[in-house]
């Protein structure tokens, strides 16, 4: 599975953007998607994720009630939408994908788009 994130871009505190990522391969819908965050200076960390079928997500705590992640099997995509949005929401944002739901660790990575929220 390759992956190519899109929509990063600079906003300012308060606004929205909606994060994509595109995936080639014919078995899009048997892999789980996520996203991950690494703002400068800090480790990556897990922003959220959703099953094969869409119908489970999880959040990480601080981005839970402001950004939804949802999914489109037939166009092989998922979406990020993100708003009330804060400085500290500043990071390079890279999606990932795994087989399954309990597994630690994710298999495919894009590169990052890159987010800035200014105050």
């Known amino acids: 599975v390759q992956l190519q994130a899109s929509g990063g871009g600079l906003v300012q505190a308060g606004g929205s953007l909606r994060l994509s990522c595109a995936a080639s391969?014919?078995?899009?819908?048997?892999?789980?998607m996520g996203w991950f965050r690494r703002a400068a200076g800090k480790e990556r960390e897990f922003v959220a994720a959703?099953?094969?079928?869409?119908?489970?997500?999880s959040y990480a705590d601080a981005v839970k009630g402001r950004f939804t992640l949802s999914r489109d099997n037939a166009k092989t995509t998922v979406h990020l939408q993100m708003s009330s949005l804060k400085p500290e929401d500043t990071a390079v944002y890279y999606c990932?994908?795994?087989?399954?739901?309990?597994?630690?660790?994710?298999?495919?990575w894009g590169p990052g788009t890159q987010v800035t929220v200014s105050s």
């Open positions: 959703i099953s094969w079928s869409g119908d489970v997500t």
């Open positions: 391969g014919r078995t899009f819908s048997r892999y789980v």
């Open positions: 990932a994908a795994k087989s399954s739901w309990y597994d630690r660790t994710y298999d495919y």
